[in-house]
């Protein structure tokens, strides 16, 4: 599912703060873990985060310039 997600860039990488699923905004507290892998071209930078109650896992497609959540 393609999420909208606020971003940053801190020391050369990307890091999410907050995203808009279901027309509810989560504020990233805690980027618990974080990982590529490749999808074809594409490389997928993948975060686990936490709005502090919920767990996530957000997914960014570098080729695709897209946002997915894993639900």
């Known amino acids: 599912m393609s999420i909208k997600v606020a971003t940053i860039f801190e020391k050369g990488k990307?890091?999410?703060?907050?995203f808009?699923?279901?027309n509810r905004q989560y504020r990233?507290?805690?980027?618990n873990y974080?990982?590529?892998t490749k999808?074809?071209?594409s490389k997928v930078?993948?975060?686990?985060?936490s709005d502090g109650v919920n767990t996530f896992?957000?997914?960014f497609d570098?080729?695709?310039?897209?946002?997915?959540?894993?639900e």
């Not at 990307?14 to 907050?18: A, D």
């Not at 990233?28 to 980027?31: A, D, F, G, N, S």
């Open 45 to 49: 930078y993948h975060f686990a985060v």
């Open 20 to 22: 808009v699923l279901e």
């Open 62 to 70: 570098d080729k695709e310039m897209r946002w997915e959540i894993d």
């Open 28 to 31: 990233i507290q805690e980027i």
């Open 39 to 41: 999808n074809g071209l």
């Open 34 to 36: 974080e990982w590529q």
């Open 57 to 59: 896992e957000l997914m």
């Open 14 to 18: 990307l890091k999410p703060v907050w």
